[in-house]
């Protein structure tokens, strides 16, 4: 090779090569901030047209990656399932209709999986209209009494609600809501309390909304210093009707109302539907319960379908909002389709098969859950951002997979972050945060118009999480405007 030629090709490649220099130094000097010295941290910046790693730091180390998991559930979710996929959710009947339009057998809503079955969030129908419109297309079926039982069908999915590695202190919040094939207005209800003015005093439960047959629940909940905020936990997982609160909440002397998770929502949903039919005017002898039989005992005719949004919508409501239920379902729901079993470890193995076919194996995934809230989950920034830039890489779900994310001082987890800065606009990543653990990932759209995938973890931090935070949002704030 001549000298002219090589000297013809630094100037060529010398651009790149100051660019990843400058954001590995960027890199160290992370490293360096007094709030990060004492943390363990993984990064890896990655180009996403040439590949080239701009910086790495322990970017194969195994971290708790809390929320960013939730990119594994949502991407492979679109991959398997396809944007423009629908959950179902059917209302089935055995039995016979007699000539009084009596129904001599039961009536069964049957679940799919739709996390957003109940919720009202976008154009989907909150809890009280899903039981008007159930009853409704009961009523259009001829069907004025019910001889046998409400049941709600959640064979679909298989495996227990709440995933290896999720704790007591969360399972009975809201976040922490139990994973099912029926689920109902977000497997949730609300829990009000009567404040009280004075620090330390006893805070007295004032009931549920709506009330929750069965559930009985203890406050061991005081009311904390002004300022101090919500620290009150319902303490429970799946199927414990007996819980106890215990904790904080804000002085004063109103109402102050907490979110907890449903002991059993499927067997809640069917008790609101008897309720309702009753309230309709439609008999029913029987009562309340669940089938969780893998196989119908009798043949049963569907007498009405509702649809889900598109995955794409319920993708991007995860993502931008960090629902643990979606992203739970989602990994559940990928498991049925390929594997034929609703379980979180066929969703896992699933999962794995379509990124190495995809030419991604990951080096440091342990993969209790699809949300990031357990704590035996791990994986390296390296996976987590060579995901990211093999979603961009996808013309296919390209759109679909951005306009999911959070984005910096717009939207989402990342709407507050940024924005008077010239990053504003240009940083799209999940967020995640769990104690002692932070991470984003996502990408960088730089104003050249060069994208860069990312993934930033950072774990057992010893200074203030806000201090870790600020370090982290300035880091990507200077990938942009460097």
């Known amino acids: 090779m001549s000298r002219l030629f090589r000297i013809f090709l630094s100037y060529l490649f010398w651009p790149a090569l100051l660019c990843g220099q400058n954001v590995q130094e960027l890199a160290e000097q992370l490293l360096q901030r007094p709030a990060l010295q004492q943390a363990r941290l993984g990064l890896l910046v990655v180009d996403v047209e040439s590949r080239q790693p701009l910086a790495?730091?322990?970017?194969?180390?195994?971290?708790?990656?809390a929320s960013s998991l939730k990119l594994l559930s949502t991407s492979t979710a679109l991959i398997v399932l396809g944007a423009d996929y629908r959950f179902k959710t059917e209302l089935q009947i055995d039995g016979y209709l007699?000539?009084?339009?009596?129904?001599?057998?039961?009536?069964?809503?049957?679940?799919?999986?739709?996390?957003?079955?109940?919720?009202?969030?976008?154009?989907?129908l909150d809890r009280e209209a899903l039981l008007e419109w159930l009853c409704d297309r009961v009523a259009e079926a001829g069907i004025r009494g019910i001889a046998g039982d409400?049941?709600?069908?959640?064979?679909?999915?298989?495996?227990?609600?709440?995933?290896?590695?999720?704790?007591?202190?969360?399972?009975?919040?809201?976040?922490?809501?139990?994973?099912?094939?029926?689920?109902?207005?977000?497997?949730?209800?609300?829990?009000?309390?009567q404040q009280h003015p004075k620090t330390g005093g006893a805070v007295r439960i004032l009931g549920t909304e709506p009330e929750v047959e069965g559930l009985r629940l203890y406050s061991r909940v005081v009311s904390g210093a002004a300022g101090s905020g919500d620290n009150a936990y319902i303490y429970g997982l799946p199927y414990d009707f007996?819980?106890?609160?215990?904790g904080s909440i804000p002085p004063g002397r109103g109402v102050f109302v907490i979110k907890g998770s449903l002991p059993d929502a499927p067997l809640f949903a069917a008790q609101q539907l008897r309720k309702k039919l009753l309230g309709e005017g439609i008999s029913v002898l029987g009562k309340a319960g669940v089938w969780r039989k893998p196989k119908e005992a009798r043949p049963r005719e569907v007498i009405a379908v509702l649809h889900s949004p598109p995955l794409s919508k319920l993708v991007e409501w995860t993502n931008r909002e960090s629902l643990n239920l979606y992203a739970e379902v989602f990994l559940r729901a990928v498991g049925r389709e390929r594997a034929g079993e609703g379980s979180v470890q066929a969703g896992v193995e699933v999962l794995r098969g379509v990124w190495a076919e995809r030419g991604l194996k990951f080096r440091a995934l342990q993969m209790a859950d699809g949300s990031g809230l357990s704590a035996n989950?791990?994986?390296?920034?390296?996976?987590?951002?060579?995901?990211?830039?093999?979603?961009?890489?996808?013309?296919?779900?390209?759109?679909?997979?951005?306009?999911?994310?959070?984005?910096?001082g717009r939207r989402g987890t990342l709407k507050s972050s940024l924005r008077q800065s010239p990053a504003a606009?240009?940083?799209?990543a999940k967020t995640g945060s769990m104690k002692g653990v932070r991470s984003l990932t996502g990408l960088v759209q730089q104003p050249s118009g060069k994208w860069l995938a990312f993934s930033l973890i950072v774990n057992d931090?010893?200074?203030?999480?806000s201090a870790v935070w600020r370090e982290m949002l300035s880091f990507l704030e200077k990938l942009v405007v460097k």
Request: with cysteine.
């Open 56 to 65: 790495t730091v322990q970017a194969e180390e195994a971290l708790a990656p």
């Open 98 to 124: 007699d000539a009084q339009g009596v129904l001599q057998g039961n009536l069964y809503i049957k679940g799919y999986g739709d996390p957003s079955l109940g919720s009202g969030r976008g154009n989907t």
């Open 150 to 193: 409400v049941l709600a069908d959640d064979s679909w999915f298989s495996g227990p609600p709440a995933p290896e590695g999720w704790s007591e202190k969360d399972g009975g919040n809201y976040y922490a809501a139990g994973v099912w094939a029926l689920n109902f207005a977000e497997n949730m209800y609300r829990l009000r309390f």
């Open 242 to 246: 007996d819980r106890e609160v215990r």
């Open 377 to 408: 989950d791990s994986i390296c920034a390296a996976d987590l951002a060579m995901l990211v830039r093999k979603m961009y890489a996808d013309v296919h779900l390209r759109d679909v997979f951005l306009n999911s994310l959070p984005l910096a």
């Open 425 to 428: 606009g240009r940083i799209y």
């Open 461 to 465: 931090y010893t200074s203030s999480a």
